[in-house]
């Protein structure tokens, strides 16, 4: 466990704080429309522009203006095809509409990982497994020890390394994420069982180097080379911001853990207090809230995957007089902040032990039921 | 044309497998259609380039697809896709026009009272929208090789792909005789009133009889069909094709009258049933019917259970993950018939929709492709 303590409700109290975050889903259901669609379709418009607009400047990459301006271009292109197109699209948030350009399962994106692999490792297994140890992959991506109650080995001593790498490959650790490499380095699963899996990251691998690091580069002629730097500099860039944002969704001090025996039968409303105190929110402005992919408002995210991501901002407000009203804590701040506590964490876990470190302290830990009628987690 | 060569040459770039590898992973119509909507390397789509309203009802488009459209045979229909407030409906409808109009295309839609595709047209449809578009499908058409004689058939909104035959016959100087009955509640609901006078005037070959089901004593045929209508028309059904399209009471009384008479291989039919209601009202969240898995070809007793329980009872293994409504792995598009959401007992009905089969029980007959 990260956090000392655990504000706990009873069941009835758990109900409750259910049924409110389930109108709120439903409202905004009820209320999907034009402004999502036109949303949508405005950073889509957006996102191809400037990825359009890069490219070609990209092309005069010689000239070091045309280099800058392309290779800023590209970068957010990705950013914003990955992230609040992509991955928000892939959750089904845009399903209703109905148009096969933003149907969750048809969609395909601007990075090495195969879509479909995606869905499966995030949108299942992440989304419905949040932060319970040993079944969330996301909780260290299988290469890096998140959390102290991952056994320690000497290998982690290089968690700060595999980290800085993860970051700048991080296409190509989503790619692999769903491989699951540290089952089959256990011998749980072997790699004759993973072979179309393979394949297809292979053959969406291949088609998105040859893109960016090989036809692209070809057409410049003789700029060759600064197309192609600009193109590694556009995937880099995409890359850490990525791993960025995504370790500050459920890695700063405050998130929660919970074991397999604790969730085993939750309901609703369990399933819910969960999401919440497994997530992580950053502060900033609109443009920081859509480069983000609105995954700044990961604890909204997780309680309502599947609501269009644009909303989030808006149902924030709500969910957070929710949780005062619970006493529930809702885990906020600005990005140096989180992200700085997620590093410390990476640094910290390398050793063994719970770190050596000092224990953080909990931020708001409140206790409102009166009489816990039952253990959410146990000490 | 001079102007078409850069054009065919541009699509010709745009389809190589060149343009292809620099647009993964989406592809060259995703880049295209933010400046010109109406392209596409596949899908057929079309501008629409005229809105005519001509009666208080109806509502005529003038549609100019892209060069994806491979023409249409005069009676067929085409599934029309248009995007009502944010979601995109598709609904069928029979072109009016000529087969040999070029490359223009005539839709015309009735604003049904509880429709939802008919009413938006009628009061917001706009040239320079930009809508969908299938290719041309069904069998009720004209053959490749036409009859000595042929009888037309319609009631209210039916008129259309009969009116599409009328006019290509016409339109390719057919010789042989043709009669038109139509049936309008008044003369001023015949959307194609006045192309079809001037048709029959132009044509000594075109026989035209209305009928008035609302203005007894106006038009030439009265009361309902029956025999002495087709009498009238100065065809002979037995040496006849006759197509009639309209309401379910017209159709089935022209199908009677023509199995009475031995004539079933000599008619082809086209009805179209009221559109289901917008909402089915659910007492206890549970109404009998089927449930069909299309691709499968498994049809099972649905009951109140989330389809996805109901598909593996059924022997089937659909794809799915988390069996809350979270993930979305199980979604699949449900062809027809309502569906309940099960966390929130909200009923939709809207055929051809998106739905996540663990969180989705039947509300009576359901079809999925599964």
């Not at chain 1, 998105?208 to 690091?213: E, I, N, P, R």
């Not at chain 2, 040999?100 to 009061?123: C, I, K, W, Y």
């Not at chain 2, 609901?189 to 609302?214: F, I, K, S």
């Not at chain 2, 017209?250 to 289901?276: C, I, K, M």
Request: aromatic share 8%.
């Amino acid at each position: 466990m990260t956090a000392t303590t655990t504000p706990q409700l009873t069941p009835e109290q758990l109900d409750a704080f259910g049924r409110e975050l389930d109108a709120i889903r439903e409202r905004v259901i009820a209320d999907l429309g034009e402004r999502d669609a036109s949303y949508i379709r405005r950073v889509i418009k957006a996102q191809r522009g400037l990825e359009t607009g890069g490219r070609a400047l990209l092309e005069l990459g010689f000239l070091p203006p045309a280099w800058l301006a392309g290779t800023a271009a590209l970068s957010v292109s990705k950013i914003l095809d990955n992230m609040e197109i992509g991955h928000n699209v892939m959750h089904g948030q845009y399903d209703w509409m109905n148009d096969e350009a933003v149907n969750g399962q048809a969609f395909e994106w601007d990075t090495a990982c195969p879509a479909d692999q995606w869905r499966h490792s995030h949108n299942y297994v992440h989304h419905t497994h949040t932060n319970i140890l040993g079944k969330d992959r996301d909780i260290g991506y299988g290469v890096l020890r998140m959390s102290e109650d991952q056994r320690w080995h000497p290998y982690y001593l290089g968690n700060p390394v595999y980290a800085v790498l993860l970051a700048l490959l991080f296409q190509w650790g989503v790619a692999l994420h769903d491989l699951e490499v540290e089952r089959l380095h256990a011998g749980e699963a072997s790699w004759k069982d993973k072979r179309e899996m393979l394949q297809a990251i292979w053959r969406k691998g291949r088609r998105q180097a040859l893109k960016d690091y090989v036809l692209f580069p070809l057409l410049a002629g003789p700029g060759a080379p600064f197309t192609l730097a600009g193109n590694l500099t556009a995937n880099a860039v995409r890359n850490v911001w990525a791993f960025t944002i995504i370790f500050c969704g459920h890695f700063p001090e405050g998130t929660h853990e919970f074991t397999e025996e604790e969730t085993e039968g939750e309901t609703r409303g369990e399933w819910y207090y969960r999401q919440l105190l497994g997530s992580a929110n950053l502060t900033g402005g609109p443009l920081f809230h859509v480069m983000s992919g609105n995954l700044s408002h990961q604890i909204e995210h997780h309680l309502f995957p599947d609501l269009p991501g644009h909303r989030y901002a808006e149902l924030a407000v709500e969910v957070r007089e929710i949780c005062e009203r619970y006493g529930l804590p809702y885990n906020s701040g600005p990005l140096h902040k989180q992200f700085g506590s997620v590093v410390r964490k990476i640094v910290k876990l390398a050793l063994p032990g719970r770190g050596g470190g000092e224990q953080a302290p909990e931020p708001e830990p409140v206790t409102v039921a009166p009489e816990p009628a039952r253990e959410l987690v146990p000490a | 044309m001079f102007t078409q060569t850069p054009q065919r040459l541009a699509r010709k770039l745009l389809a190589s497998p060149l343009a292809d590898a620099l647009t993964t992973p989406h592809g060259v119509d995703r880049y295209v259609e933010l400046v010109r909507p109406a392209f596409s390397l596949r899908e057929v789509r079309a501008e629409v380039v005229a809105v005519r309203r001509a009666t208080a009802r109806s509502v005529t488009l003038t549609l100019r697809p892209n060069a994806n459209w491979d023409g249409f045979r005069a009676g067929q229909f085409v599934r029309l896709s248009v995007e009502i407030d944010g979601v995109r409906h598709t609904r069928c409808y029979s072109p009016a026009s000529s087969a040999h109009a070029g490359d223009l295309l005539e839709l015309t839609a009735h604003a049904q009272p509880d429709g939802v595709m008919s009413p938006f047209l009628r009061a917001s449809a706009q040239p320079g929208t930009v809508v969908s578009l299938s290719q041309a499908e069904g069998d009720f058409a004209l053959p490749e090789e036409r009859p000595e004689q042929i009888l037309l058939i319609s009631g209210g909104s039916g008129i259309t792909p009969v009116m599409s035959m009328l006019r290509t016959l016409c339109h390719e100087g057919y010789r042989g005789r043709i009669a038109f009955l139509h049936y309008a509640r008044d003369e001023h609901d015949v959307a194609y009133g006045r192309q079809l006078a001037e048709l029959a005037a132009g044509h000594a070959n075109v026989r035209l009889l209305h009928g008035y089901t609302r203005k007894v004593g106006a038009g030439e045929l009265h009361g309902r069909f029956g025999r002495e209508h087709v009498r009238a028309a100065g065809v002979d059904p037995a040496q006849a094709l006759t197509f009639a399209c309209g309401p379910t009471a017209l159709v089935d009384a022209v199908r009677e009258t023509w199995a009475d008479d031995g004539l079933d291989a000599r008619l082809y039919v086209e009805q179209f049933a009221p559109p289901a209601p917008a909402r089915v009202e659910t007492a206890d969240g549970h109404v009998a019917g089927s449930v069909r898995f299309a691709r499968s070809g498994v049809e099972t007793t649905g009951t109140a259970a989330p389809l996805l329980d109901q598909a593996e009872a059924a022997g089937l293994s659909p794809t799915h993950g988390c069996r809350m409504g979270i993930c979305h792995t199980c979604t699949c598009r449900k062809l027809e018939g309502a569906v309940r959401d099960v966390r929130t007992g909200e009923v939709s009905t809207a055929p051809g929709e998106l739905i996540q089969i663990c969180v989705s029980a039947p509300v009576g007959d359901v079809t999925l492709d599964i």
